[in-house]
């Protein structure tokens, strides 16, 4: 059984992946909005990700002996004034939340609970792709310098990311 520590920063952890699903959304009816496709597509598969990190979360604690516990969600930015814009911010959430699993592991380390150690390794390699995809798309937007034709193919770029993730709406 987790201890009541452990299971608090699961929970934590679990309504951030809530968060992050709704944030991520949030940014695909930005991207829609404003006539990028692909990008609409990108976010779309980013909130089913996270949508899928909560639910693991959400999982592991019910098999774990302890009821998940959902709380009310700030609401995510709604506006951006760029593309490049949109995805520092998603890149700068990224990096936080590697932030928050780092300390999970350590909670888990230091309480000697090797069970959400292991359970939480998955989490350490989603987000170190996880970032070093959005600074991908960062460095690509620099290079276009939000040049119309150049926002095109990273726009494009954005959506084929997301399929060859074989991810599905």
Known sequence: M??????????????????????YLQM??????????GANYFFKMQSNE????????????????????????????????????????????????????????HVALTLQDYSTFHFLQWYIAEQHEEEKMFKSVIDKLALVNN???GLMFIDQDMKKMSMNNNTTI
């Open 2 to 23: 987790l201890k009541e520590e452990m299971a608090k920063k699961l929970n934590e952890q679990l309504n951030l992946e809530l968060f992050s699903a709704n944030l």
């Open 28 to 37: 695909s009816a930005w991207c829609n909005d404003k006539g990028l496709e």
């Open 50 to 105: 996270e949508m899928d990190h909560m639910r693991r979360l959400f999982d592991y604690l019910g098999d774990s002996g302890i009821m998940p516990t959902l709380t009310a969600l700030d609401a995510p930015l709604v506006n951006f004034s760029s593309l490049s814009k949109l995805i520092k911010s998603a890149y700068e959430h990224e990096q936080m939340i590697t932030i928050k699993i780092n300390n999970l592991v």
């Open 147 to 149: 040049n119309s034709s």
